[in-house]
């Protein structure tokens, strides 16, 4: 067993880091007020090769490792959570699907101006009534004489308001129940008319849209098998979710850093009130919780690089670490007191950044199942 990071994975850390120290943080409250981060920071993070860190240099990526990649959505997030979500979508729920299941020409149409970060990605499997049961959604890909006919409507895409492909799921078999007769697309931002950009309680500087879609697209937007596409989706989100743990992780870190230099500046009853047991225990409790997400994330990503399988360790990552990075950004407010309460400090940013977490990409109702289903098998119907 070897703890250490590669020369390589160090080295993208530190370029993650020094950018997102210079460039993202001081700029992460005025985005979280103006509800929108300049896109011009995306051309900057594909120019460093941060849009496709794990994607082979063959198919215009980086070329690094999916433990790379978590490294990189972790300093991200630590200075937005925003900009952590915006890449983590792009990235493992768009490009890495596509680069997968994509034919030949479909990998060599979509995935390099995705990893050079040329177009964004964005992911559209939720709809009003298919949430956590993604198997319910009703949009509809009806075939014509050369391709589909998609039409239906999609809710709470991250990056649908500027992404320029999308991986976007539809029925295509109205017989079939549930998750059988689902089957992935790839649509361009001319296919897909955003309807309303939501207001969120934070992560305000990403985008999340509403979508409608009615658009017919040749039979080569079709991707992997027809009526299989359920199966990619879900083999998406176990990737995905790592990467979401991975922004968890960041956005605790954040808050513990803030919280530990406040306790060492302020003084309270003649001391600082680091020197208080109660504070003490609070920061060494942080540290843990934070440091075992941290180890679960990289187990998880260093089992998918493996190849191994990685479903249960990606639900369990998500699930530790989103709930470790609610649990510790509220401590952070409680170290802080009323500062912490105000946006003098960023650290009800990361309270309400940190939210979210538990809920997109599979919530932690929906990590618990995941889990369980692993661990015991699919129960009967009912029984989960
Ligand atoms: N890998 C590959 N295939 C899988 C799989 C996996 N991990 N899990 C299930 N499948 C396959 C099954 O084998 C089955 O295939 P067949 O039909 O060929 O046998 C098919 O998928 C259906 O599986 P289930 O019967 O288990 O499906 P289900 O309806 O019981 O649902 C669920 C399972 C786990 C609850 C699933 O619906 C789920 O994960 N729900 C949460 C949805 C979610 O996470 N949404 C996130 C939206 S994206 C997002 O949030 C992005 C963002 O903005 C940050």
């Known amino acids: 067993m070897d703890f250490d990071l590669t020369a390589e994975q160090r080295e993208i850390q530190r370029l993650a880091r020094a950018f997102a120290e210079a460039e993202i943080a001081p700029n992460a409250a005025d985005w979280d007020r103006a509800h929108a981060f300049p896109r011009e920071l995306l051309g900057r993070l594909g120019e460093l090769g941060l849009l496709g860190v794990c994607v082979p240099e063959t198919d215009g990526g980086a070329g690094a490792d999916f433990v790379s990649y978590v490294l990189v959505l972790e300093e991200l997030s630590r200075a937005d959570a925003g900009v952590g979500v915006t890449v983590a979508v792009h990235t493992s729920a768009c490009t890495l699907p596509l680069l997968a299941h994509g034919s030949v020409e479909q990998r060599a149409e979509f995935v390099p101006p995705l990893a050079r970060g040329e177009v964004i990605g964005a992911f559209a499997l939720t709809e009003p009534g298919a949430g956590s049961d993604a198997g319910a959604l009703r949009t509809r890909a009806e075939r014509t004489d050369d391709g589909w006919h998609v039409s239906g409507t999609k809710q709470w895409i991250t990056n649908g308001s500027f992404a320029g492909t999308f991986l976007l799921f539809a029925r295509t078999d109205a017989e079939r129940e549930g998750a059988r007769g689902v089957t992935a697309f790839v649509l361009d931002a001319a296919h897909v008319a955003v309807t309303r950009e939501e207001e969120k309680l934070g992560l305000n500087s990403s985008s999340t849209a509403d979508l409608a879609v009615d658009a017919v697209v040749p039979a080569e937007r079709l991707l992997g098998e027809e009526n299989h596409g359920f199966r990619i989706a879900m083999s998406t989100l176990d990737g995905g979710r790592i990467g979401i743990g991975a922004q968890a992780v960041g956005i605790a870190q954040a808050a513990y850093d803030v919280a530990r230099a406040y306790a060492v500046e302020r003084r309270a009853f003649g001391q600082r009130i680091g020197d208080f047991q109660a504070i003490q225990h609070k920061l060494a409790n942080m540290a843990l919780e934070i440091d075992a997400a941290r180890l679960l994330v990289y187990r998880a990503a260093w089992a998918k690089q493996a190849g191994h399988p990685h479903t249960a360790e990606g639900a369990m990552a998500k699930l530790f670490a989103s709930e ?34 538990e809920i997109y990409e599979g919530t932690s109702e929906i990590q618990r199942l995941v889990i369980a289903r692993e661990l015991l098998g699919k129960p009967a119907v009912g029984g989960s």
């Open 324 to 357: 470790t990075a609610r649990r510790q950004t509220a401590e952070a407010i409680q170290i802080l007191g009323g500062y912490g309460y105000t946006k003098e400090f960023p650290v009800e940013r990361y309270y309400r950044d940190a939210k979210i977490t």
